[in-house]
């Protein structure tokens, strides 16, 4: 596949055609943020378009989507498909056959599988990559208020409203630019941060209930069963941030969440998160997945709940 360069991406963005944008699975304020602002400017060069997921949008993020049930995009009629903030097929989710379609992707994972003509840089966010493309383009002043609004959530999102250690000089002065146009801030990290439904209030309660503290307590544990949301009556939306749950107990190194799916049992979503020098990305490359050193997440494919821990544990605890 081809690398291309800023001025690359800068001229296939330029040129018009009806584009449908892709997000990863289980969407974050990151992959949304970029998907919406990328629309942003693919609209301003007389590009129609629209946003695509394998899952829905939790709703308070609803200021990114605008409301949009990007679940149900009709994905048919398309000239052209690009994928954001997605480091490999399997993070498509149920869209995974399309990544064959697309024609390029922006991401900024250094474990990208590079699985069609790619754009990336390995900064904080892809958000913050829509935003350097913005300024390239020279048309940074000229988008909508929204825009900036998408691509402070994404930045913001991506780096734990810059507590983490990828929050470097330019995604400070990246924020500065977009505080100037007027946004709320303080709302933005409100609804991302400290909202909490009372779904996600039960989550927590389940999560603290049942989670595994191993290797002297620097691996963290928590797996939601399909029975257990049931019984809790949580969405997916509810069980989204459990892994930062458990991320934040003195003395983990390593976070580790498994989900399993309510539709096809077998199925086990992984998220982990490293406090550590532990690279995470490492170990869910290993099941098909990727993403950042110290947060990473994958797909696994097991008979019962039990086998999925047993080789999560296994996995991590070798790491550690």
């Known amino acids: 596949m081809k690398k291309l360069t800023i001025d690359q991406i800068a ?85 995974e056959e399309m990544a064959d379609k697309v024609d390029f992707t922006i991401d ?16 904080a966010a892809c958000a913050q990559i829509i935003y350097d493309i913005s300024v390239y383009l020279g048309i940074f002043d000229k988008l909508p208020k929204h825009f900036y609004e998408c691509v402070y959530a994404g930045i913001s999102g991506d780096t734990g409203c810059f507590k983490y250690s990828n929050s470097t000089p330019s995604v400070y002065v990246c924020a500065s630019r977009l505080v100037e146009k007027g946004i709320d801030i303080a709302e933005i990290n409100r609804i ?45 939306d509810d069980i989204g941030d459990i892994v930062n749950l458990v ?19 077998s199925k086990f979503t992984i998220s982990s998160r490293s406090n550590a020098e532990a690279d995470v990305s490492e170990i869910c490359a290993r099941l098909g997945g990727g993403g950042h050193k110290k947060a990473s997440g994958a797909s696994l494919v097991a008979g019962t709940p039990s086998e999925a821990l047993d080789t999560v544990i296994k996995l991590f605890s070798e790491a550690l």
């Open 192 to 236: 991302i941060f400290d909202s909490k439904t009372m779904g996600e209030i039960r989550a927590a309660k389940v999560t603290y209930e049942n989670m595994k503290l191993l290797c002297d307590g620097r691996l963290a544990v928590i797996m939601i069963t399909d029975d257990m949301k049931r019984k809790a009556s949580l969405t997916n």
């Open 11 to 95: 001229q296939r963005i330029k040129t018009p055609k009806k584009t449908l944008i892709l997000c990863h699975k289980n969407p974050d304020p990151d992959t949304l943020g970029s998907a919406y602002a990328l629309a942003h400017v693919l609209n301003y060069y007389g590009s129609e378009t629209a946003v695509l997921c394998a899952d829905e949008a939790n709703t308070k993020l609803s200021f990114i989507t605008n409301g949009e049930k990007i679940k149900e995009t009709n994905a048919s009629g398309y000239e052209r498909i690009v994928a954001v903030d997605v480091a490999s097929p399997s993070q498509l989710g149920a869209h």
């Open 108 to 123: 900024h994972h250094e474990m990208n599988t590079r699985f069609s003509d790619y754009y990336e840089d390995f900064c």
């Open 247 to 265: 991320r934040q107990i003195e003395g983990v190194s390593i976070a580790v969440s498994i989900k399993q799916s309510d539709k096809d049992l």
